[in-house]
């Protein structure tokens, strides 16, 4: 397999894998590993690609885990993070992973609880309600932030590891 294959293979396997752990951490509101999966994608697949994945993998694991109404700022947050991904991790490092991780769960925070607010009914449709519902989900957000971090540091780590070990030219020892 040529070198480019092998990548696109990993970093497809690094998306399943973290696809496959929204059913693990099924029981953790809000700490999911498909943002980092978003930003990862965003900065190592082609345009196309690393738009639908995050919606496929949103889609297909939501069969089971139910629609609901503010589906649309679930799924755009995400596509936001893919653009993310895009023009702020091309070139990934720790400083900019864990940047664009924090700012990737800001932007899922702010986009997701308006749309709570705007379309739950759970509350008042003024100012006081937007803050009493912003103020109600910091404890997810916490969940947000963490699981953005930890798996944006596995997947990007586990690429940067994995190149490094495939750069590495093979020794034989000679007796």
């Known amino acids: 397999m040529s070198g ?8 497809i396997a690094l998306i399943a894998v973290a696809a496959f752990s929204r059913f ?10 498909v943002m980092a999966m978003a930003l990862f994608g965003g900065a190592m697949l082609n345009k ?20 609901h109404n503010t589906m649309f700022a679930v799924y755009g947050s995400f596509l936001l993070t893919v653009l993310i991904g895009q023009k702020f991790v091309s070139n990934p490092n720790i400083k900019n992973v864990a940047a664009s991780s924090v700012v990737s769960a800001l932007l899922f925070f702010v986009v997701t609880n ?9 509350y008042t449709l003024d100012f006081s309600g937007l803050v009493a519902c912003y103020v109600a989900a910091i404890p997810f ?29 093979a020794t034989a020892e000679i007796k």
């Open 141 to 169: 957000f916490k969940s947000t932030l963490a699981s953005s971090m930890l798996f944006s540091a596995i997947i990007f780590g586990t690429y940067a590891i994995s190149e490094k070990l495939a750069a590495k030219p």
């Open 114 to 122: 308006f749309a709570v607010w705007a379309m739950s009914g759970m």
């Open 24 to 33: 693990l951490f099924a029981g953790m509101p809000n700490f999911s590993p």
């Open 4 to 11: 480019k294959n092998a990548n696109l293979v990993l970093v």
């Open 48 to 67: 196309k690609l690393a738009y639908v994945i995050p919606v496929a993998a949103m889609l297909l694991t939501d069969i089971y885990f139910g629609f």
